[in-house]
C-alpha cells in the first residue's frame, strides 16, 4: 500500500514537473518573439505624407488621398519592408495620428515615419487668410500659429510620440519636417506681398524648429526637407510645390509628385 502511494507521488510529480518545463518552454518561446528582427515599416501623419498634391490617388482611401506616389509608398517599392502599413490622412491633427493611425504599430515595427503638426497649427487657415485678406491680417494670422506652435503643440506631439514609443518601442521613428514655401525676389508677380511669402516661410522654419526638438527630446530622428526644396519652392520657375490650384483647391501649397519622389523620399533614404 505504501509502495502504490510512493508510485502515485512520484508519478504526480514528474507531471508536474513536465507541465511546469513545458510552461517555462512557452514563456520563453512567447518572450523569444519579440525577438525577431523588427523590419515593418508603418507610415504615419498629414497630407505631406499621405501625398496630397502629387495626384494618382487611392480611391479606397478617400479623403485621405493616399497615393503611390507619397514618399512612403516610393520607398516601401525600393526596400521591400516586411510589412507596409500606410494610414497617413490628408487633414489631419496629432490627436488624429493618436487616435486612428496607430493601429498597425507592434514589436515587428523596425520604421516609423510622420509628418504631422502643421494642421494643428492652422496651415490651413494661414494660407486661406493671406491669400484672402490684407497683410496685416495675414501676418496676424501667422503670429497667432506662431504662439501655438510656442504654447500647446509641444504638448500634443509629446503625446503622440509617447503613444508612438509604448506601441512600436523597437523602432526607428523619423519625423520628417515641412518645406519653406516661397522662394523670394523669385518669379512670381501676383499674388502675395515679399512680407507675407518671407513670414511664411519664417513660420515654416518655426515649426520645424519646435518638430526637431520634440523629436530630438524622445530619441526619434527629425529630417528636415527645406534644404532639398531650395531652388523650388513656388516662384523659383520649377517648383515642387503647388501654389493655388483653384480647380482643386485641397492641393494647393502641397509638395507635386516631384516633391515627393525628390524632396521626401531622399530625405527618408537620408535618415532610415
Known sequence: MRRSRLTACTAAFTSLLVAAGLTLTGAAAAQ???G??????VALGDSYSSGLGAGAYDGASGSCKRTARAY?????????PSSFHFTACAGARTGDVRTKQLGPLGSGTGLVSITVGGNDAGFSDVMSTCVTESEKSCLDRIATARRYVDATLPGHLDELYEAIADRAPRAEVVVLGYPRFYKLSGSCLAGLSERERSAINSASDHLNGALAKRAADHGFTFAGVTGRFAGHEICSGD??????????????YHPKAAGQSRGYLPALNAAA
Open 32 to 34: 523569444a518573439a519579440p
Open 36 to 41: 525577431a528582427a523588427a523590419t515593418g515599416y
Open 72 to 80: 512612403p509608398a516610393l520607398w516601401a517599392d525600393a526596400n521591400s
Open 239 to 252: 517648383a515642387w510645390l503647388h501654389s493655388l490650384k483653384l480647380l482643386s483647391i485641397s492641393e494647393s
